[in-house]
Structures are given as C-alpha cells and as structure tokens.
C-alpha cells in the first residue's frame, strides 16, 4: 500500500468515563494493524483523549488516569458554587495542562478537531486552531456540571451535546478508512455496572451532600420555586442521565447518517460517566471491542 493507503481517520465520541476505552481502540491500532492515525476528530471525553494522543502525552495520560481510586476522583472534582455549574474543573484541568504544555492544535503532528457547543446560538463548534488546552476545556464543559468556557466571543460547552460521535470533520481528509467509536452502543447483561473501589469516608459523602444541597437550592430562588427537591434525589444522576438518553439518539443519526467504514460501540451500561476510577477496566474492553471490529485491518 501507498503511504496515503496506510491512514486513518478517527472519531472518538462521548461519554464520560466510558470514553477510556478509547485509549485502548488507540492501542490495538498501535500494536495490530499497518495504518497510522494521521486524523482525529474528538467530542467531549473523544476530545480529550484524542487532543492528548495527537500531542504525544497519551502514555503520561494513561499512567496517571490508571492510578486514581474513587476517592482520588472525588478530590479531583472542585466546587464552583456558581449559576453556570456546580464544579469549575480547574483542578484536573490544570493537571491536564501540566502534562499537555503550552501547545497549537495547529502545531500537532496529527490533523486534530475538537467539537464543542456554542450555547447561545445553538450550534456546534469545530476548535482545529488555537490552544489545544482551551479547546480540550471547552469540549468536555458537561452543562450545569462543569462551567462553560468563553472562546472567540463564544461561550462553549460539551461538544457532545450536538455531535456526540463527529465524523463530518473527517469527511474531507485524504485518508483511506475512518473508524469511529460511539459509547452509545446497547446495553449488555454481563457488563452491568459494578460499584469496584474503597468507600468514600463519611466527611466526603457529608461534604458532596452539602455543595450539592446549595448548589439545587441557589437554582431554585432564582427561579422563585418554592418546592424542595426530595433529598433522595440523586442530581448527578438526573442530570447525566438526561444528557445521555439525549445524546445516544443523537449519535443513532449521525452513524446512521454519515456510515464511517468501521464502527467499534461500547455499552452504555459499561460504567457510570464519572467512574474514572475504573480506568484500566475500560482500557482494556475497549482493546477487546476493537479485536472484535477491526480484524480485517489485522496486520499481516
């Protein structure tokens, strides 16, 4: 094959934790097959992880992020106590910027996109240029969980909110094959979730409890509700339940609509959207789901 014939584009999509998988799609790439990853378009957690492999920080990435336990997550998560979202994510932000450095998305050696959500005018965004750290913030703002980001005169949130599995910034790369990977794929029996990791102390249960508490009641005087919400009530849940239900029939269309080559799904029932702690558990079925998809680029 000709060096053009041996690229790849890839389309990494959302959904929260599940979205370490991707690192082991990248990996069985890496060790099994002849083509190079010369594109990648990301949404979200798709973003994320493709923005830190086009930068050439994945193994950083992957070491750190297979190493933290639940309460690990916990501490990563900093209260905002703000209208435009209960955490400002600064905390693992500025981690991820230590790692990445002060780069261009322009100056990687792989065409990079990030897809993001203009809030206000209702529309997706598409970062290939700028601050891959600014445009990696913007991507993965899950509205009312994490604070939007101001870019360009836009304020940007969660890129998956419009386009959770983005092929359509592939569409014109001058590669052979696209393969995407949607975290939207049907539920499974034998992958339902379990809870693995020590339990949170009780201070930190008491704690999120709190902040979450002030956090629903500020929203409700300044929406003059005068009702409580019940207090077993589960916010994170409903939230990301929402947008998840969303964003799984978003992603139905747009596979359906823009039919990339290879297709790998990973369960939505595989692990909860912050259960980064499940990490190497993720890795590895998403390594045993591109075995599974991607055998006729099998090297050799």
Known sequence: MSHSERELSLVLGSGGARGLAQIGVIRWLEKNSDYHIRAIAGSSMGGLIGGIYAAGKLELYEEWVT????????????????????????????????????????????????????????????????????????????????????????LLVDGGLLNPVPVAPTLHDSTAITVAVSLSGRSEEELEQTD??????????????????????????????????????????????????????????????YNPEYLIEIPVNACGIFEFHRAQEMIDLGYERAERALSDIRRG
């Open 67 to 154: 190493q933290l336990s639940k309460y690990d997550v916990v501490r990563l998560l900093d209260f905002a106590f703000s209208r435009s979202g209960l955490f400002s994510g600064e905390r693992v932000m500025g981690k991820l910027e230590d790692m990445l450095g002060d780069v261009n998305i322009e100056d990687l050696p792989i065409t990079f996109t990030a897809v993001a959500t203009d809030i206000e005018h209702g529309r997706e965004v598409w970062l290939n240029r700028g601050s891959l750290f600014e445009a990696l913030r913007a991507s993965i703002a899950i509205p009312t969980i994490f604070t939007p980001v101001r870019r360009d005169g836009l």
């Open 196 to 257: 693995t990791g020590p339990e949170l102390q009780t201070d930190d249960k008491n704690a999120y409890r709190r902040a979450i508490g002030q956090f629903i009641e500020g929203l409700q005087d300044k929406l003059g509700l005068s009702d409580k919400l019940e207090p077993e009530i589960d916010v994170f849940d409903i939230v990301s339940r929402s947008i998840e239900a969303m964003q799984n029939s978003i992603a139905r269309f747009r596979i359906a609509a």
